[in-house]
């Protein structure tokens, strides 16, 4: 069974959609599938991490400059081509293949129905992974696995009536080092001795420096930081530079045990995303800042619930914003115990939901 992901990294989109497709990617692999991603030249791209985890890789050449981009999408600019160029190369990349092409998934806000519209007639099946709901799509398979008020509702009239819609966070897509802890087993006992720092892999705004320039106003004596980043941040050599003069900072680049790092933390600062998820499976308590305004709900109805602490979007969060959370975590262990219970509940069905979407994509 061949299946092909079509998704992009940059310095404009982030990391996320490509880590969350290689998550999957490897779940798939492990049930006996054969993986091809199509990813395009863009800055920042993540091509040697999926060549690193040994899947097939086809590269869509680099855009060129001042291409004018039609605006059939909020993020049409993403693709860095028009959204016809793209499916006109996507479709002459699988024609070389010279395979039958049983599932197309796409994890891509600038791709909707009309792209898909082009390309279904070279793949049997496509799956779409989503967060925004804000756009049409012509797919047999959607997964939004984000959770707002009325999320259940949110693609009536975005998707066709016969496609298969998996939607809510019992279906996040965590890599299986997360399954070796189970969640029930951890004792979260409310105090603060080690805290995880992780705004994802590329941080542009440089929101660790500003997380750890609030710590330094606490200074205190028996705590640790992990800081972790990804490689394509721009600031790592600063951020490690700023680690290796504080005894209490840990600097982790490009780590592949954030697992671990998340249950040995007591409390994670750090950004929405598929993160969010990865701590509410582990019971990890978290002060959450966005980075991107596809953040910002969920972390509003998590706060609402009592799942995280959110204190707003990285341009109106302070450094004096972030030493009152960490004060007021640290002050009260009851209320991180209780933040820990319900973030673990939002995901206690997650192993078993997770396998029923895995066979659904295998039909």
Request: hydrophobic share 40%; aromatic share 8%; charged share 25%.
């Amino acid at each position: 069974m061949n299946i092909l992901f079509r998704t992009d990294a940059s310095n404009e989109i982030g990391t996320g959609h490509v880590m969350r497709c290689l998550t999957l990617a490897h779940a798939l692999r492990k049930k006996g599938a054969n993986i091809i991603f199509i990813c395009r030249d863009l800055q920042d791209h993540l091509a040697e991490v999926i060549r690193e985890k040994q899947f097939d890789l086809i590269m869509l050449p680099e855009p060129k400059k001042n291409v004018f981009i039609p605006k059939t999408t909020p993020h049409s600019n993403w693709l860095g081509v028009p959204w016809y160029v793209d499916a006109a190369e996507t479709i002459s990349a699988i024609k070389d293949m010279n395979k039958d092409i049983s599932l197309l998934i796409i994890d891509h806000y600038a791709i909707d129905i009309n792209w898909e519209m082009n390309v279904k007639k070279h793949v049997k099946r496509i799956m779409v992974i989503d967060d925004l709901a804000d756009r049409l799509h012509d797919c047999d398979i959607l997964l939004d696995q984000n959770l707002y008020h009325h999320y259940k509702d949110r693609y009536v009239n975005l998707v066709p009536e016969s496609c298969k819609q998996y939607l809510g966070p019992e279906y996040v897509l965590l890599r299986d080092e997360f399954y070796s802890f189970l969640p029930h087993h951890i004792n979260r006992d409310g105090r603060v001795k080690r805290i995880l720092v992780f705004f994802g892999g590329s941080d542009p705004t440089n929101e660790t420096k500003k997380v750890m320039k609030a710590f330094q106003q606490l200074s205190p004596h028996d705590i640790e930081l992990d800081i972790v980043i990804g490689n394509t941040n721009t600031h790592k050599n600063e951020i490690e530079s700023i680690c290796n003069i504080h005894d209490f900072c840990n600097f982790h680049c490009q780590v592949n045990h954030i697992a671990e790092l998340m249950y040995n933390a007591d409390l994670a600062i750090g950004a929405g995303g598929t993160t969010t998820w990865e701590r509410c499976y582990l019971g990890l308590p978290a002060i959450v800042i966005t980075v991107a305004e596809n953040q910002e709900l969920i972390a509003q109805t998590l706060d609402q619930l009592g799942a995280i602490k959110y204190l707003g979007p990285k341009e109106s969060v302070k450094e004096s914003d972030i030493v009152s959370a960490i004060q007021d975590m640290m002050n009260n262990p009851l209320s991180l115990q209780q933040m820990s219970r319900k973030a673990r509940l939002l995901l206690e069905k997650n192993m078993d939901q997770r396998q029923n979407l895995l066979l659904e994509i295998l039909k």
